[in-house]
């Protein structure tokens, strides 16, 4: 993850043989706190706040979703891969640290193959950009009917815990699957070289411990989950994602193949490396804890192994005179806050869902990144580099071992956690007799959800958007949740829905991730002071489906299970046609048409209206998008145009753009100050990286020049617009820790027509002090807007929800000069997350 903290480097005045000696580590706060050692520090995750320039490219390679499935099933181990080695690339990043580069790394895996019978190499995917992504699996070679075996006891793991916790032959032959992920952090670098030591010592090692350990466990190693970043020194991947943000929504490709294997390979230990913290930040994590977990099962393992990890990392003999390295950190018992699991973003917070009882971030000591890369000497950042490859090797090994000695308890607790959810049984709150041995167990450790009966994706009337149905269906689906659709009517809960309507029976064993992903989750704001990260997110409230929660059964419902959604597109017969667009799908639907030449007006509310000449495309693009096209009337207020949009924005805006379909160009401050040509641009849309007063005299003429429509998103946006002159509207900043799901409510119009109910707030704004002719188009709900998260009043009493009850959260009007302007104080498309509201962006570019 890699929070701040006190520098070990010596200051530039030191000369350089004073930095290749050993740096004096000094007290420090604990990770995620500043100087005071007590306030969390608000990690920025993948720079939402920077701007971005991530190629077309590379989003157009994870927009197709093609994502490589390695290895067959049922092939034998081991399975040899003669890979392909790239060509050699003397600007990686790795090169400078002493650290193996992406190009050699595919060498090194097909010597290692050859070194016996025990290392299998497989591509698991590839990269945003188009590099592969290495899969390695050290075990005892098995037939292809041992592999067989094995995945019928996995299955039977999953589908059948109950009768898999009485199966003396899993007890004793299931191989135990332990999953090593490295370098999803590109420039957290160590984890990828400690990998390849670990399975060349594995490989050649002939002792009966490691006999032993790989004749009952296979071990997966992601030998870098971001190659794009490894190489560029980057912590994002191509398109500008930080990774480790990214499971909840998947939207890179490098985050799909992980899960993937999770599905796949359903380990029940994981490790997940990074950089940098000192001492060596080893979780299990602080409260609040992730309210979806089987959090006993998850707290004894983790917590036991953690100890081991410590005790390993420790006894390299590593000190804070000698090398500047500080004993090694566990945050739950360590400290109070600032490192959490609440989440399900991360890569460790992740795995339990697909089965794991103990997963681990784990962070290396000594920084090598960043600043500290570009200034200090190559001697001290080998120095550095090599001390960081030593613990991550240590970490290793020790869970490797713990793998070993608690096997049967291992598996046992993952079957337990599948099989409570099946049989839909009560979480049990974690406390010194449910998790024994685990010191300092609190109330406020305690978190448990209440999972319903089941939840219910209506068909027909009861669904605001078939498109958003889908997506949601399909997306559960990827994630490994069940969902059944209804053959017939039926009644849940007091509700009566109809047949083609899908329902998730909340009694299966992967509850967790249904749950986290459907529930509405809870407002935190009184549980810690801040958070590491986000804190609410959910998709039944922010991706444009109605989702009804059925709280009680009986669940009595004619129903087969789907692997896919159902198909959506539709396109009514004759006449004009009505396109919503309050989807993504429809704006990249509209969008194709308008390229096309096809005269598209828009009608009172915001929707398309497409003539009947376009029939045939029309009929196109709902087959390819799964869009309804329905018939109308209606034949506009207005011509739509044809939209190029320049963009001042971070990734997920960059990527959410794109994904509407949007022809968009990159530009910044430097950009335009270079000389930039606004011919063929028609809007801009800032929220970051572009600062009106800092653009030359001639850059500023240029911009007023061009007349573009403006579209301004948060504190970045307003700012823009404000310096500008373009639209009178104070923009108020709120708490700039809160963050979260909230309540509003739409006025209706070309922007927020048919907008949903919820949207998603990161550093909430809101507007006062509106000029004539500022039109309200959503306003935060009135009395506690939050629904989920964290938003609290800052210590001067201000910016919290309260003060944003019932105030705007966007406003639009049109400038001096003519130029449409639309302000947003919600954050619509952040990390290309919240679908349900990426629409109203797409509304306001296209608002000219």
Do not use: C
């Not at 181990?77 to 790239?86: C, D, H, I, N, S």
């Not at 490894?230 to 930080?242: K, L, M, S, Y």
């Not at 359903?266 to 804890?289: K, R, S, W």
């Amino acid at each position: 993850m890699g929070i701040s903290r006190p520098a070990l480097a010596a200051t530039a005045a030191l000369t350089a043989a004073a930095l290749l000696a050993p740096v004096q580590a000094a007290a420090a706060p604990g990770p995620g706190k500043g100087p005071d050692g007590t306030h969390p520090v608000r990690e920025r995750g993948n720079g939402d706040s920077v701007f971005t320039k991530a190629p077309r490219s590379a989003a157009e390679r994870a927009l197709a979703g093609r994502d490589h499935i390695p290895g067959g099933k049922s092939s034998a181990y081991p399975r040899r891969t003669v890979l392909t080695v790239p060509p050699v690339n003397t600007a990686d990043k790795s090169i400078k640290l002493g650290l193996v580069p992406y190009h050699s790394i595919a060498p090194r895996l097909n010597a290692l193959q050859k070194l016996g019978d025990r290392v299998s190499v497989e591509i698991a995917g590839k990269s945003a950009s188009g590099r592969e992504l290495y899969l390695v699996t050290v075990t005892a070679p098995e037939s292809a009917s041992d592999v067989r075996a094995q995945e019928r006891m996995r299955e039977r793991i999953e589908n059948d815990p109950a009768d898999a916790a009485r199966d003396r032959k899993i007890a004793s032959s299931y191989k135990t699957p332990v999953f090593i992920n490295n370098n999803i952090h590109g420039n957290e670098w160590e984890g990828t070289d400690a990998a390849l030591d670990l399975i060349e010592e594995l490989a050649r090692a002939n002792d009966s411990r490691t006999r032993g350990l790989l004749a009952k466990n296979r071990i997966y190693l992601n030998i870098t989950a971001n190659p794009d970043g490894r190489v560029a020194g980057t912590r994002a991947n191509a398109n500008g994602f930080d990774l480790n943000r990214d499971f909840i929504t998947a939207t890179q490709p490098e985050t799909r193949a992980i899960r993937r294997l999770a599905i796949d390979k359903q380990p029940a230990v994981m490790l997940d490396l990074h950089g940098y913290v000192n001492g060596t930040l080893i979780e299990p994590t602080t409260p609040p804890h992730g309210e979806n977990y089987e959090y006993d099962l998850f707290l004894k393992n983790s917590y036991a192994n953690a100890l081991g990890m410590e005790k390993a990392v420790n006894a390299l003999g590593y000190t804070s005179e000698k090398d500047g390295v500080l004993p090694a950190e566990i945050p739950f018992r360590d400290w109070t806050e600032g490192w959490d699991d609440w989440p399900p973003i991360f890569t460790p917070q992740y795995m339990p869902f697909q089965g794991a009882v103990a997963s681990h971030t784990i962070e290396f000591p000594m920084r090598v990144n960043n600043r500290d890369y570009d200034t200090l000497p190559e001697t001290e950042l080998r120095r550095r580099a090599a001390i960081n490859t030593d613990i991550a090797g240590a970490a290793m090994r020790a869970t490797l071992d713990y793998t070993r000695t608690h096997r049967s308890s291992v598996i046992a607790d993952q079957i337990e956690t599948f099989r409570r959810g099946a049989a839909g049984e009560a979480q049990r709150p974690i406390s010194s007799e449910t998790v024994p041995g685990v010191p300092g167990i609190g109330p406020e450790d305690v978190y448990t959800a209440t999972f319903p009966r089941a939840y219910v994706i209506p068909a027909g009337r009861g669904q605001r958007s078939t498109v958003a149905a889908a997506r949601l269906v399909d997306h559960l689906i990827a994630n490994d949740v069940r969902v059944e659709r209804a053959r017939v009517p039926f009644r849940l809960d007091g509700k009566v829905h109809p047949s083609g309507s899908y329902v998730v029976d909340m009694r299966q064993p992967k509850r967790g991730i249904a749950n986290v992903m459907l529930a509405d989750g809870r407002d935190i704001s009184a549980d810690v002071s801040a958070m590491y990260d986000i804190s609410g997110w959910s998709l039944g409230r922010l991706w444009g489906a109605t989702v009804v929660r059925a709280e009680k059964g009986p669940l009595r419902v004619t129903a087969r299970e789907v692997t896919a959604a159902a198909p959506t597109g539709e396109v009514a017969r004759g006449g004009a046609l009505r396109l919503e667009l309050t989807d993504p799908k429809e704006l990249e639907a509209v969008n194709s048409l308008l390229k096309q030449g096809v005269a598209v007006r828009r009608a009172t509310d915001g929707a398309a209206i497409v003539p009947v000449t376009a029939h045939k495309r029309a009929t196109e693009l709902a087959q390819r998008l799964g869009v309804r096209f329905t018939a109308t009337r209606d034949r506009g207020v207005a011509p739509m145009e044809r939209t190029r949009v320049a963009a001042s924005v971070n990734a997920g805006e960059l990527f959410a753009l794109r994904e509407m379909g949007f022809d968009v160009v990159p530009v910044s401050t430097a950009v335009l100050n270079a000389g930039f040509d606004w011919s063929g641009v028609e809007s801009l849309i800032v929220s970051t990286g572009l600062s009106h007063g800092a653009l030359t005299p001639a850059a500023r003429d240029a911009f007023t020049a061009s007349k573009v429509g403006v579209v301004g998103v948060g504190n970045g946006g307003a700012a823009f617009t404000k310096a500008a002159g373009l639209l009178q509207a104070t923009a108020v900043a709120g708490n700039p820790d809160a963050n979260g799901v909230v309540r509003v409510t739409n006025a209706g119009g070309s922007i927020t027509g048919g907008a949903q109910a919820h949207s998603f707030v990161y550093t909430p704004v809101w507007f006062t002090e509106l000029g004539t002719g500022v039109r309200v188009d959503q306003s935060y709900a009135k009395g506690n807007p939050l629904v989920a998260g964290h938003w609290r009043a800052t210590g001067a009493g201000t910016g919290g929800p309260a003060d944003a009850a019932g105030r705007p959260s966007v406003v639009s009007g049109t400038s001096a000069s003519g130029v449409p302007v639309a302000l947003f104080g919600t954050q619509p498309l952040f990390r290309d997350h919240p679908k349900g509201a990426f629409s109203q962006i797409g509304r306001a570019l296209l608002n000219r």
